[in-house]
């Protein structure tokens, strides 16, 4: 019953946008803003203060970022995101089948599959 609570109160406070990038610290995992492109893209913060983050993405790129360009890490299984098929550097739509650590399975909506790394990956 406790965790039932707990979901319920934070999808709600995700959903009013309080869970933000103030609540993280050194060594989580994140979501970036990635230049501002308005894709996210997951890493590890690696500084913070004065408003700012930096963060060094699951790919190795690094970014300093406004602390509202980075979000917590919200990917779950079943969830949309696009990949690197391969990485041939094209971006492809399909959905999370599996998560462990970096290792990310992608069900593409064309009907593929692949194991890859969360760093050939963003989300919307």
Same mark, same amino acid.
């Given at each position: 019953?406790?965790?039932?609570?707990?979901?319920?109160?934070?999808?709600?406070?995700?959903?009013?946008?309080?869970?933000?990038?103030?609540?993280?610290?050194?060594?989580?995992?994140?979501?970036?803003?990635?230049?501002?492109?308005?894709?996210?893209?997951?890493?590890?913060?690696?500084?913070?203060? /004065?408003? &700012? $983050?930096?963060?060094? %993405?699951?790919?190795?790129?690094?970014?300093?970022?406004?602390?509202?360009?980075?979000? #917590?890490?919200?990917?779950?299984? /079943?969830? &949309? $995101?696009?990949?690197? %098929?391969?990485?041939?550097?094209?971006?492809?739509?399909?959905?999370?089948?599996?998560? #462990?650590?970096?290792?990310?399975?992608?069900?593409?909506?064309?009907?593929?599959?692949?194991?890859?790394?969360?760093?050939?990956?963003?989300?919307?």
């Amino acid at each position: 019953m406790r965790i039932k609570m707990i979901s319920v109160l934070t999808v709600a406070l995700m959903a009013a946008g309080s869970l933000h990038a103030t609540a993280q610290t050194k060594g989580d995992w994140v979501l970036g803003n990635y230049q501002g492109a308005g894709y996210w893209f997951p890493g590890v913060v690696e500084k913070l203060g /004065g408003g &700012k $983050v930096t963060v060094r %993405y699951d790919d190795g790129e690094r970014e300093t970022l406004d602390i509202s360009d980075v979000r #917590a890490y919200d990917w779950m299984i /079943g969830m &949309k $995101v696009e990949c690197n %098929y391969k990485g041939k550097g094209d971006w492809y739509p399909g959905k999370i089948a599996s998560l #462990a650590g970096e290792k990310i399975g992608i069900a593409y909506d064309d009907g593929d599959k692949e194991t890859t790394k969360t760093g050939r990956c963003r989300s919307n």
